[in-house]
């Protein structure tokens, strides 16, 4: 927790709240772009869509990369310009085509034939790049079982972009959210390498790779560092591409802004329901559906403290009046043993998908309170 985030925890904001250092996220950007100095940087907008972050980023130089016309429009708002947008998703209404077109938004992906139509259809002429599904293995919030097509596919259908109007301008691939190792880049690189290879023999020059974003977060345990990953790309892609290398994109979202932020929490209750438990049950006001939604699965797992003193076993649930509502069953936590109901809780490196993925007044509680400094 930096310092301005500890003082502005002193004035006792109420709980449950995002606190977020700006000169974080700022750091964030200065690293990944001194670690892939040859990538063009677009900001995973999901991940946290506070307009501090899109104004801070955009006065940076970032690149956006959106999943629909809201966050275009977010983007434009803060002050981007509509040819430093990528829409991203590979799920998109026409009408949202339609109006990311106008507005001058230039670059769209696509996996699937019939995605591919409705761009030609709806942004005639614009640049299109395919996604690849990848392995996703080593990460601890995979993506690739939604989205992505295959090799083969991808080869028929840039293929087919020119006659649909379209320009066939590269290629994607998400290594997997929370990536905690650089084999997954190395290994997609070179299986989109070859790809590029093939096309290019048929005459279809591809002018640009977008890596996805992936790149974790230290919450409980040591990952690789924004510099081994962005040493082990570029050799990578050194080695697959040698000379030729294409125009770079990467979509950090979690690596920009989860180091950032702290939530404050408080127990609502703290107690040992079940004689046979010897773990007490801690109920925070956050919970799954107070945007902690990465708990699902126990997938990410938040380092979370209350003040010094010995620790003892718990369970982690959420405020509601939901089943579901429980954090933290399977995976050892351990808070104070001297917390009680009232005491404060922190959930640290917290400022990735939570604010977006709180809920609209779930058993009446408000979204969740966001302070950017
Ligand atoms: C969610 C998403 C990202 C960001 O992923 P992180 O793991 O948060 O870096 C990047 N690109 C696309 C297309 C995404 O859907």
């Excluded at 009408?95 to 995605?115: C, T, W």
């Excluded at 069953?329 to 959930?347: F, H, M, N, Q, S």
Aim: net charge negative.
């Amino acid at each position: 927790m930096t310092p301005l985030i500890a003082s502005f925890l002193n004035s006792s904001p109420a709980t449950p709240c995002l606190v977020l250092d700006l000169d974080v996220v700022a750091q964030n950007f200065a690293a990944l772009r001194r670690a892939l100095p040859d990538a063009a940087i677009y900001y995973a907008v999901k991940a946290n869509p506070a307009v501090p972050i899109l104004r801070l980023l955009t006065a940076r130089g970032s690149s956006f990369d959106a999943a629909s016309l809201p966050e275009i429009e977010a983007c434009l708002a803060a002050g981007a310009a509509p040819d430093m947008i990528s829409f991203g998703n590979t799920v998109k209404k026409p009408s949202a085509i339609q109006a990311a077109f106008a507005l001058g938004v230039p670059l769209y992906a696509f996996d699937s034939i019939e995605e591919l139509q409705k761009l030609g259809l709806h942004a005639p002429g614009a640049r299109v790049y395919c996604r690849i599904a990848v392995s996703n293995a080593g990460a601890e919030w995979p993506l690739s079982n939604k989205f992505g097509t295959t090799i083969a596919r991808a080869r028929e259908l840039m293929m087919l972009a020119p006659s649909l109007g379209l320009q066939p301008h590269g290629l994607s691939f998400h290594v997997g959210s929370q990536q905690t190792g650089t084999a997954a880049y190395e290994a997609a690189i070179g299986q989109v390498a070859m790809l590029f290879t093939d096309l290019k023999t048929q005459g279809l020059d591809l002018r640009m790779l977008n890596l996805g974003g992936g790149f974790p977060v230290r919450y409980q345990d040591d990952v690789p560092g924004t510099d081994e990953f962005g040493a082990a790309i570029m050799a990578a892609m050194v080695r697959h591409f040698g000379n030729d290398l294409p125009a770079i994109l990467i979509e950090p979202g979690r690596a920009m802004v989860g180091n950032a932020g702290v939530i404050a929490a408080e127990a609502v209750l703290v107690c040992r329901r079940i004689e046979a438990d010897p773990r007490r049950w801690v109920y925070l006001d956050i919970g799954r559906f107070g945007g902690l939604a990465e708990t699902e699965g126990e997938a990410i797992r938040y380092r979370i403290t209350a003040g010094p003193g010995a620790t003892g076993p718990v369970v982690l649930a959420g405020p509601s009046c939901d089943g579901v509502d429980v954090m933290y069953e399977k995976t050892p936590y351990e808070l104070p043993l001297d917390l009680c109901a009232g005491g404060r809780v922190l959930i640290h490196d917290a400022g990735a998908y939570v604010t977006s993925y709180a809920s609209q007044n779930f058993n009446g509680f408000a979204p969740l309170a966001e302070h950017y400094l």
